[in-house]
Each structure stands twice: as C-alpha cells, then as structure tokens.
C-alpha cells in the first residue's frame, strides 16, 4: 500500500512530518500521527479512510490546520456512514468502520482479512458481520477540547496577537510537540490494554474449551456430502441451509457458502450453505396485442430478458405485440433472452386511383396530384362527350396503384363527322353534249325520253329547227 499522502509532498500545510511519521494528515493512522511504529493495519486504516471518502463524500476528519486533523484521528469517531449516507448497506459500513478502528487490533489483520469480508459481502450484500471490538477510556477527548478552547480563546481576543514574538513561538512549539506527548501516553495506554485483552482471550478461550478453526469448502458437495464431514458431525460449526435456483450447478449441489472456505472461525461458528434447486424454467405468456411497455414488464417479472424488435404487421395495431420467440407457451430458461417482436408505424406504398371520367384535362390532372399520382399518356377519340373531357383512363377508377404512378387518359374529340359525297363532272362536257345535240348546258339536263324522241325525230328528217345543228352536223362529216 501506498502513502496517500506523499504524492501531495508540496502541499505542506496537509503534512505531518516529524522524526519517523510522515504522509497527508486525512489518511494517515492515529498510531502515525502519535509517531508510534506502524504496520499493515496501519495500511488498512488508510483504506478505510478512503472507503469512508468514496461511500459519503467527504472525508471522516477534517480542520483548519494539520495538528487539529491529527488530534481528531487519534481521539475522534468518524460520523456514522448510516447518518451521513444511509443507502450505504449496512455490511459495507462495518467493512469501513472495522478498517477504521482506533485501535489497531480491532481492524482486520490482513489484506486477506478484509478481501474475504468484501468477498462475503459481494456473495451476500445482506449479510450482517457483527464485529466485537475492544474498548479503553482514551482521554484524548479532553485533550482537542482543551485545544479547540485555546483556539477559541486566540478568536475570541485578537488583540492577545500582538504580544512579544518570543511568546507566541514558545506557545507554537508547545502546540507541536503537546500531540506527540499525548500520542506515547495513549500507547502505553493501548499496550497496556491489548495486553489485559490477550491475556483474557486466553482465558476465555480455556474456560470454553473452543478453538479456532479453518472452514473447509463445501461447494460442489451435495447436502448430504457436507453434512457427513467432520466439521458438521462433530458440531464444530453449525449450518444453516438455504436453496436458490442456480443454473451452473445440478439440483442438489451446494454452489455457495458464508463465510467462505479458508476463513480462520471460533468453534460452534454458524455457517450457511446455499444449496442448488437448478434450472428455474418459467413460460412464456400469449403476449399477442399487448402494448410494448406491458410486454416487457410482464416477461421481466418472469426472470427473463427481453430484446424489442420491430415487425410489419397490417393487422396488428401499431406499438402492440405481434409474437414473441420462444412462442407464447414454450418453456424456457429463467435468465434466457425472448425477442418481442412489435408493430412498427404502417408506411403507405400504393394508393387508390380516383374516377376522371367527365372531367377536363386540367381538372383531372389536379385530382391525380391530390392522390399522389401523375397524369400519363393522353389519347383522344371521337365520343358524343363535349371536347376535351375525360371519357376513359387506365388504371381504372377504385384500382390500387403504386404511390406516384401515372395514370392514362382517352380524352373526348367532339362527334365524328358525316362521310363526304363524290363531286359532278365538270361543265366542260354538259357544253359538248350541248352542242351535240343543240342545246345549251340548261337544256342539256333534260329527262332522257326527251332526248330519245328528239333524236328520232331527227332522224326521220324532221324540219324541227331544234335538232337542225345535229342535221348539219351529220352532213359535214358525210362530205
């Protein structure tokens, strides 16, 4: 073990340093601040100290000055951690207070000691060491009051520091060396009690005919395995039986003792074994529907672990419970993990195409934006629909398409129109069978009886002046 306070060398208002006593005034022994020769106790005081710091917060003595810091480690009691930090539990604070006893055989002999005593805490935090001390009238009390009444008195009349210089070192010196007085006399006094202690404690240990013994290790037996040793038959410690489910050890072994093995124990000392029922299983419950936070309380009241995972699930609400892993009635190991699968938030992917029928174009196009879609290709089709109205789309109306999709549309093109007649011939020929037959382009267009009883007549060598040109005609050629 380190000094803790060496490493504060600088810092000589916190040092104590005489012939042999050295170190920060906080942490040192009340041995070291009497100047008496220290050992491993003295150590383990300094880890108490250090204990108490790191359990309360702040440290078990503290004063304006050095010497008052020492005075108050040799005849002062710490303030009970129970007062100071009462959710501490209870066997750490006698762990702290044994360490920081005053009298060095009060405080664990060893490293070792103190180690096995953590050990036992940390196997059992509810376990209660009940340590017995040994007591002595100390009269260093009387002393820091007289001390603390000095100081008092120097504040109380300030004009007293004006006195000769010579005075006020002498008083100075005093002040320095009265602990170091007070320390052999405390010594002495403490030599003198372990003595009468030592002395009593033998004859204490003849009259009750009890020796010390060492535990023997009864992990990995059964109960009856331990309970057939000598230790047990011949009643030189007394068991006390518990049973815990342990899934390292079968049903039936003992996986845990208090106090341990290899601790040094008076005869007749209690000693509890812990024996194995094995493996808990617990089932798993139908958790189908039930909220997240449910869920999770549920199946870790159980002893069991549990790992949230998110699922898809349309028919599941969202936050609820889809399944769990292990499924709902399996058995499974107390500790073991089951995932908890959970709805996760329902994302839309497709949409419902509305009905564009009858709509115009730019009516239409607004309407599929409004449902997350596009307007696609644009055909148009002769319909009795006023022009420019949609008349057909694809995909069809109430359908499901994808989100942004593109809908076509058949666009209206007013009625189809009538077919168109073939023209008459030109009047370039209704004037050339005119002149053929004498007439002009109106008489032309005659009945064709008319034409025929005309051209009979004609033939038969009528003098009808109407027909005279074809007459004429004739002749011409024929010459």
Known sequence: ????????????ENQLLSGKTMGSVHYISPEQAKGDETDCTSDIYSVGVMM?????????????????????????????LHEIAPQVPAALVEITEKAMAKLPQNRYASAREMLDALDTYVQNPSVMFEYQYITEDAPEKVVKRTMNQKKAARQNHPNESAAPRGKNAKRKRRTIFLPVLFGITIAFA??????????????????????????GDYIGMTQDEAAATEQVVSGQISVTWEQEYNSNYAAGYIYKQSPVSGRTVREGQGVTLTVSLG???VTVPDLTNYVQADAEQQLKSLGVSVLVTQAVDTSVASGAVIRTDPAAGTQVESGSTVVVYVSRPQVA?????????????????????????????QTDQYSDQPVGTVIGQNPAAGSTAKLNGRVNITVSAGPEPAPVEPEAPSGSGSD?????????SSSSSGSS???ETGTEQGTAGSGDSSQKPLTDWWSSLLS
């Not at 790191?54 to 040799?74: N, R, T, W, Y």
């Not at 030599?191 to 010390?212: G, T």
């Open 1 to 12: 073990m380190m000094d803790f306070g060496i490493a504060r060398i600088s810092r000589a």
């Open 52 to 80: 108490y710091e790191m359990l309360s917060g702040q440290l078990p003595f503290d004063a304006e000055d050095a010497v008052e810091v020492a005075i108050k480690q040799i005849s002062d009691q710490p303030k009970s």
């Open 432 to 440: 050339w069978w005119g002149s053929l037959w004498g007439g002009d």
């Open 190 to 215: 403490l030599a003198c009690l372990a003595l009468c202690w030592l002395i009593l404690n033998d004859s204490s240990n003849l009259m009750n005919n009890k020796a010390d013994i060492t535990l």
């Open 279 to 281: 493996t808990q299983y």
């Open 349 to 377: 992917t497709t949409t419902k195409v509305p009905s564009l029928s009858g709509m115009s174009v730019d009516d239409a196009r607004t309407l599929l934006v409004q449902n997350h879609l596009g307007l696609g290709s």
């Open 449 to 451: 009886s008319s034409t």
